[in-house]
C-alpha cells in the first residue's frame, strides 16, 4: 500500500477580507483550552478543514515519526520543471495561509517549481521560546518526510522556502550535517544574539547551502534588528552564498507586495539553484 495517501489563515496590522472557510480556520487555529509544545488534536481539525476547502492543489497526508500530517501538493504549469520547492509556514497559520504561503504557491508553479506546503505542528503557546525549539524539533521529519516524497516524484532539484518560523524550521534542517538541500530562502527569519544554538545562526555560520535571507523594513522589531549580526555572521565565515535583501515598505506577512515577493523568490531560485 502506497504510503503517499492523496485524495482529489497570526496577528495582523490591517484587516483584509477572509474566506468563509478562511475564517474557521482562524478559528481553530486561535483556540486554545490546553498548553502544549504541540497540539495534535487541534492541528488534525485545522488541516480537515483545509482539505475539504482546497481549490488549488492535492491534498496529500505523509508520515513521520508515527505522526501523519497533511501537505498540499502542486504541480508547475511551466514547459520547464526547475525543481520542487518545500513551503514552511510561520506560527500561527496554516499550510495554504492567504499570505505568503498561498502566493508563493500559485506564484512559484507557474515559474517552473513544483510546491509541497506541508503542515508544521500547532501550539497553544507560540510566545514560550522553550515551545518554539520543541516545535522546530518537531518540524525536521516531516521536512524530511516532504523530501523523500519528492523524490519519489523524480525531482531533480528541492528547495526549502520558510515564513517566519517556518524560516527558522528551514535554516534547523539545513543546519543539520549531510543534508542535499541546495538552497533555502528565508523570509523575516529571527535571530537571538545570545544563542549559538538558534537555527539561523547556525545555517548561516556553517551551511554550505545557498540562502536568502529576506525580510521587510516594516517586518517585526526582532527580525529587522537582528539583520545586521546575521549578515556578520555570514561575512565572518566567509559565506559567499548567503545574501540578505530587506524590501522596502514590506511587513513580516508582505500585505499589498505578494507579487513582488514571489518575483524576488524566484529569480533567486533561478541564480542559486545554478550555482
Not at 495517501?5 to 477580507?17: G, S, Y
Not at 550535517?177 to 538558534?198: F, L
Not at 524590501?247 to 539553484?273: N, P, T
Request: net charge neutral.
Amino acid at each position: 500500500m502506497n504510503r503517499y495517501l492523496c485524495t482529489t489563515k497570526l496577528r495582523r496590522r490591517r484587516i483584509t477580507p477572509v474566506s468563509i472557510y478562511q475564517l474557521f480556520l482562524l478559528l481553530l487555529i486561535g483556540t486554545a483550552e490546553i498548553s502544549l509544545a504541540a497540539n495534535l488534536s487541534r492541528e488534525q481539525r485545522v488541516s480537515e478543514a483545509l482539505e475539504a476547502a482546497l481549490s488549488e492543489g492535492s491534498p496529500v497526508w505523509l508520515e513521520a515519526e508515527s505522526v501523519r500530517f497533511l501537505a498540499i501538493h502542486r504541480e508547475t504549469s511551466a514547459v520547464k520543471r526547475l525543481g520542487s520547492a518545500v513551503l514552511l509556514h510561520d506560527s500561527g497559520s496554516h499550510a495554504d495561509w492567504h499570505e505568503v504561503i498561498n502566493p508563493l504557491r500559485r506564484h512559484l508553479a507557474e515559474r517552473g517549481w513544483d510546491t509541497l506546503s506541508i503542515q508544521t505542528p500547532i501550539t497553544d503557546d507560540p510566545s514560550d521560546p522553550a515551545t518554539i525549539q520543541s516545535l522546530i524539533e518537531l518540524s525536521l521529519p516531516r521536512i524530511q518526510a516532504a523530501i523523500d516524497f519528492l523524490t519519489e516524484q523524480q525531482t531533480d532539484e528541492t528547495v526549502l522556502i520558510g515564513h517566519g518560523l517556518g524560516a527558522g524550521m528551514a535554516m534547523k534542517f539545513v543546519a543539520q550535517p549531510g543534508n542535499r538541500i541546495g538552497a533555502i530562502a528565508a523570509i523575516g527569519v529571527a535571530m537571538s544574539a545570545y544563542d549559538e544554538q538558534d537555527p539561523a545562526f547556525l545555517a548561516i555560520k556553517g551551511a554550505e547551502t545557498a540562502i536568502l535571507d529576506l525580510y521587510g523594513s516594516r517586518d517585526h522589531p526582532s527580525v529587522v534588528d537582528s539583520a545586521p549580526l546575521r549578515r556578520a555572521i555570514a561575512i565572518r565565515n566567509g559565506r559567499k552564498k548567503y545574501r540578505q535583501v530587506e524590501v522596502s515598505g514590506a511587513d513580516h506577512f508582505f500585505s499589498g507586495m505578494q507579487e513582488e515577493l514571489g518575483y524576488r523568490i524566484a529569480a533567486w531560485l533561478r541564480q542559486a539553484v545554478r550555482q
